[in-house]
């Protein structure tokens, strides 16, 4: 028996199939998302848990229900009209929630995810219904451990926890930000195989330094300006000390801390508690992974390209540090792979003598690596290299942007890319797609078809010169609900850079498999989440991080059993009465 809600445990009977004992009957069960069938209880199931009269009389299959709730779902008008049904779902009845998202998922991850979402987070307080997941403000966050009491699920293993001060390409937005929380683990479950009973959404509401919205009445969060120093790190130790004692066994996913912020939690807390930030690990692995199969395509070596990242935040920080990595594990020496590394910021080429931060380092470059540029009167003036100098004398041959601002990448600048590659690399990864730094199709215009696209956001087919080009999404969805169903599977005591690691390069090894693509269709998403989910145990067994024995002596072939026979499908179980009886809401 495994108990993992104090409403229901987890029984497989003799005949050695699963069902749900659960302690809560009648009007009190459809009310609880994760046990409520709706029209598909039995008639066994209604007299039992005193459902018959509370339902239609009825009792519909898993298919018809799906059914006419996808026709529903089509009726509604525009895309956070979608967002709100598929939530409302979400909050009534789980199991078909994540039934319809998986048989649908490339056409629902952009309305419950990028870019939808984003407009989700920024309306959050004014389309609030209903309560889920964990808020921890400054008001009671000396009380977190008594909190987490609260909480009926006592089997955690995945959390996604946010500040919100920096949501996707969109900012600060408050307590907002639970509308990321929210959805990302809808993915961990729907496409990397967690069950929603193991997961768990966290907004640290912190404050917020947008006046707007303490200002406004109907905002959710507290009215006051974000916690910096000594408080921050104080209300971050409280909760990550009332996790660790809770939930011993769970991941957190740090998600979109802003740009300092992000490195110092990761660093502060990735030896503490198994944790990850997806900002800087996520986006740097599917990053890596995508411009390795885009240097197959271009029929050329990875480790020969020249990159040019734009956006010194989390991202595009992360994204250097595995393109360096990558370069390393291709066989360059640390030296060779940072001479193949520019990263642009606002004030132009990253280099010493700039204020910069920690993190910014080891990205900027010197006099000396610039020397042979025509720049050297500006630099005299104090003036850094432009992103097209950069681009122009640097010889970059992949351009990545992660900036957040729109149309950065003009004629110009791609016109001097195309000029330094056959087959220019062109990454406009920014979310959402407002923020795009480019659109395909005129990277693709201005290149005469030579480019090779990926973005953040979906992107439709760009049609050119009698050809299709298929833009390729790089989607963190690739990395993180693998990564975390490994980390799960082997009980990982920390998420290492080479559990990171293996996790892209299986995405670009799946890639391989889809050929002329940077990155495999949407739909392939819950296959590639079992490959990458095999790949990180093995890995996290191989670093001596796994704590789970069952998994430490198993061949490749047994490893991908284990982790199949645990990935979690959308399907109802059998509900039973406990013999403990009955208990109210």
């Known amino acids: 028996m495994a108990q993992v809600s104090r409403y229901y445990d987890v029984v497989r009977g003799p005949d050695g199939h699963r069902y749900l004992s659960v302690r809560v009957t009648g009007f009190s069960l459809l009310h609880i998302p994760l046990l409520n069938k709706s029209t598909g209880f039995t008639p066994d199931e209604r007299r039992l848990l005193k459902l018959e009269g509370l339902v239609p009389p009825h009792t519909s299959t898993f298919e018809e229900q799906k059914e006419r709730t996808f026709r529903r779902y089509r009726q509604q008008v525009s895309d956070l009209d979608k967002h709100e049904f598929m939530r409302a779902l979400q909050d009534r009845n789980e199991v078909l929630f994540y039934g319809i ?35 921890v403000s400054t008001q009671d966050v000396s009380r977190v451990d008594e909190m987490l009491q609260n909480v009926p699920l006592d089997d955690v293993r995945m959390i996604v926890a946010t500040d ?99 490195f110092h939690v990761l660093g502060r807390y990735r030896k503490v508690i198994p944790s990850f930030n997806d900002d800087i690990q996520g986006t740097g692995a599917m990053a890596l992974s995508g411009l390795i199969s885009a240097a197959r395509l271009k029929g050329e070596r990875f480790q020969d390209q020249v990159f040019v990242i734009v956006g010194a935040g989390a991202g595009g920080i992360g994204v250097a540090g595995m393109i360096r990595s990558g370069l ?20 132009g080429l990253l280099m010493h003598g700039q204020h910069l931060e920690d ?13 042979h540029w025509p720049v050297q009167a500006q630099l005299t003036a104090g003036e850094w290299p432009s992103l097209l100098e950069t681009v122009k004398y640097s010889g970059a041959t992949a351009l990545l942007g992660l900036s957040g601002v729109p149309g950065l990448f003009g004629h110009a600048i791609i016109e001097a890319l195309h000029g330094n590659a056959a087959r220019p690399i062109v990454f406009p990864l920014s979310n959402p797609t407002a923020h795009v730094e480019v659109q395909p199709e005129d990277a693709l215009r201005w290149t005469n078809g030579a480019a090779i696209v990926a973005s953040g956001s979906p992107f439709a087919d760009v049609h050119l010169n009698g050809k299709a080009h298929p833009i390729g999404q790089g989607n963190n969805a690739f990395i993180f609900p693998g990564l975390g169903f490994g980390a799960i599977i082997s009980r990982a005591r920390e998420i290492t850079d080479g559990m990171i690691m293996a996790a892209a390069e299986t995405l670009a090894d799946e890639t391989a498999a889809h050929g002329g693509r940077v990155y495999p269709p949407i739909d392939c998403i819950r296959d590639v989440s079992v490959k990458v989910a095999v790949r990180v145990a093995r890995q996290a ?16 072939a047994e490893l991908a059993e284990f982790v199949q026979r645990r990935f979690w499908q959308p399907k109802y179980l059998p509900l039973r009465l406990a013999a403990d009886g009955k208990m109210e809401l």
């Open 101 to 135: 998202l998986a048989d649908h998922l490339e056409e629902l991850l952009p309305i419950l995810y990028t870019p939808t979402v984003g407009e989700a987070v920024r309306v959050f307080s004014h389309i609030y219904r209903y309560p889920r997941g964990l808020s």
């Open 164 to 262: 919100s001060s920096a949501i996707l390409g969109i900012g600060d937005q408050g307590f907002g930000g639970m509308a990321i929380s929210i959805g990302k683990l809808s993915l961990y479950t729907a496409a990397g195989g967690v069950g929603p009973d193991k997961t768990l959404p966290v907004e640290l509401d912190v404050g917020t330094n947008r006046q707007d919205l303490i200002d406004d009445p109907l905002y959710l969060g507290v009215h006051h300006t974000r916690l910096t120093g000594t408080a921050y790190d104080e209300f971050l130790d409280h909760f990550v000390e009332a996790v660790s004692a809770r939930y011993p066994k769970a991941i957190i996913q740090w998600e979109d801390f802003a740009r300092g912020t992000a």
């Open 328 to 347: 390393v594990r291709a066989g360059l020496t640390p030296a060779q792979a940072a001479s193949r590394v520019y990263v642009v910021d606002r004030a």
């Open 359 to 371: 993190h910014q380092l080891s990205f900027a470059k010197t006099h000396d690596d610039v020397a």
């Open 541 to 556: 067994i191989f670093e001596g991080v796994a704590a789970e024995r069952r998994v430490r002596n198993l061949t490749e």
